[in-house]
């Protein structure tokens, strides 16, 4: 069984950065594909980034130039480089695995960014 646990979340100024983590622990596959979500109060739960076992990636328009993601194969870790945050960016982070066809969600880690 796969756990996905999320780390890095936190308070910051509009304009400052963030690194969120996140960590696959289990029988995960060399060939997956993670990636980040986020839900802001009232909001429905929307795909941020993600990436494959080969580094392909795609990111949502409303991050696109500000996030980035990246993983570690090695050590099955997943990363989201956040920069230039702004208010709208505040939401519940989550972690999201897709191993070899098989779903997993971390807890999420919580991003408020103020004004």
């Known amino acids: 069984q796969v756990q996905v646990v999320e780390s890095g979340g936190g308070l910051v100024q509009a304009g400052g950065s963030l690194r969120l983590s996140c960590a696959a622990s289990?029988?995960?596959?060399?060939?997956?594909?993670m990636a980040w979500y986020r839900q802001a109060p009232g909001k429905q739960r929307e795909s941020v980034a993600s990436c494959d076992s080969a580094g392909t990636t795609n990111y949502a328009d409303s991050v696109k130039g500000r996030f980035t993601i990246s993983r570690d194969n090695a050590k099955n870790t997943v990363y989201l480089q956040m920069n230039s945050l702004k208010p709208e960016d505040t939401a519940v982070y989550y972690c999201f695995m897709n191993n070899g066809g098989l779903h997993y969600w971390g807890q999420g880690t919580q991003v408020t960014v103020s004004s």
């Open positions: 289990g029988r995960t596959f060399s060939t997956n594909i």
